[in-house]
T-cell receptor, first 113, second 117 residues
């Protein structure tokens, strides 16, 4: 199974500043069709997860452009620019290149300083 | 508006059974793979099972093989998870999710399953 490792596991950010979350996979997520299947999810307190980014860097509908994804192979980053209070929650990465199983990172908790 | 509404969770004794349901609307249910994903209290996300659009392909995480059965009824826009031989470690919120190369395109609000004596 592909192991997804996130860092840090907890992040305290000042409003208006930027935050970066790293996600590393134990195998390359480049699939034979040329796509890299790495997604990012946000889970606000008491809510269901919501997908923010798919295929490394593609924002889902309605996701602010303050959220951006980058990376390739086994190393990926979610960047949140100009952090707002609404961004508090846990962020997960997930791989969709080697399945089953589809596997998630442990999650990174983002709070406001 | 996309909606996924789970039901059927509750308290069950170890070794017992539960059947979860998920009612879908607002998207072409019959044209999308569907998943169940669970989250133990205070823990991360774990993909449990998924099923192809026509039900012809099904995958399970190793820990539930032989105990859980995923199914769907496209005429009713519904997804199901039959859970047998439940264990304490199956305690979690179970989410129904629409897939896009893995779970997560759309999510339900979740239903809590508690396995305890």
């Amino acid at each position: 199974d592909v192991v997804m490792t996130q860092s840090p596991l907890s992040l305290s950010v000042t409003l208006g500043q930027s935050a970066s979350i790293s996600c590393r996979s134990s195998q390359s997520l480049l699939y034979s069709d040329g796509n890299t299947y790495l997604s990012w999810f946000q889970q606000r307190p008491g809510q269901s997860p919501r997908r923010l980014i798919h295929r490394v860097s593609n924002r889902d509908s309605g996701v602010p452009d303050r959220f951006s994804g980058s990376g390739s192979g086994t190393a990926f980053t979610l960047r949140i620019s100009r952090v707002e209070a609404d961004d508090v929650g846990v962020y997960f990465c997930m791989q969709g290149a080697h399945w089953p199983p589809w596997t998630f990172g442990q999650g990174t908790k983002v709070e406001i300083k | 508006e996309v909606q996924l509404v789970e039901s059927g969770g509750g308290l069950v004794q170890p070794g017992g059974s539960l059947r979860l349901s998920c009612a879908a609307s607002g998207f072409p249910f019959g044209a999308i793979w569907m998943s169940w994903v669970r989250q133990a209290p205070g823990r991360g996300l774990e993909w449990v099972a998924n099923i192809k659009e026509d039900g012809s392909v099904i995958w399970y995480v190793d820990s539930v093989k032989g105990r859980f059965t995923i199914s769907r009824d496209n005429a009713r826009n519904s997804l199901y998870l039959q859970m047998n031989s439940l264990r304490a470690e199956d305690t979690a919120v179970y989410y129904c999710a629409a897939d896009d190369w893995g779970p997560g395109l759309h999510w339900g609000q979740g239903t809590l399953v508690t396995v305890s004596s």
